[in-house]
């Protein structure tokens, strides 16, 4: 994957990331406080400005009570995530 690809998918991780968070009704710094981040890491996720890990993602999912799968950006239903 080239660097513009890699940089747009970190984008639209960001993004799914924080349609998850709102849509439970939780703040920045309500994540951050759940999983003892600073708030600027959740603020350089959403924004596609930090890479994410792996392990990363498994401690969002859980805290959001999804699957991992429904993190990552790609051909998923987006109705599969409007549930959450």
Do not use: C
């Not at 513009?4 to 951050?32: C, H, N, Y």
């Amino acid at each position: 994957m080239n660097q513009r690809k890699v940089s747009q998918w970190r984008v639209a991780l960001g993004d799914i990331i924080r349609e998850v968070r709102e849509r439970k009704e939780w703040t920045q710094a309500d994540v951050a406080a759940s999983l003892s981040w600073a708030r600027t890491t959740v603020v350089q996720i959403e924004k596609g400005q930090q890479a994410t890990s792996f392990d990363q993602l498994v401690i969002l999912a859980d805290l959001f009570r999804v699957h991992v799968s429904d993190l990552i950006p790609g051909e998923v239903d987006r109705s599969v995530r409007a549930r959450y």
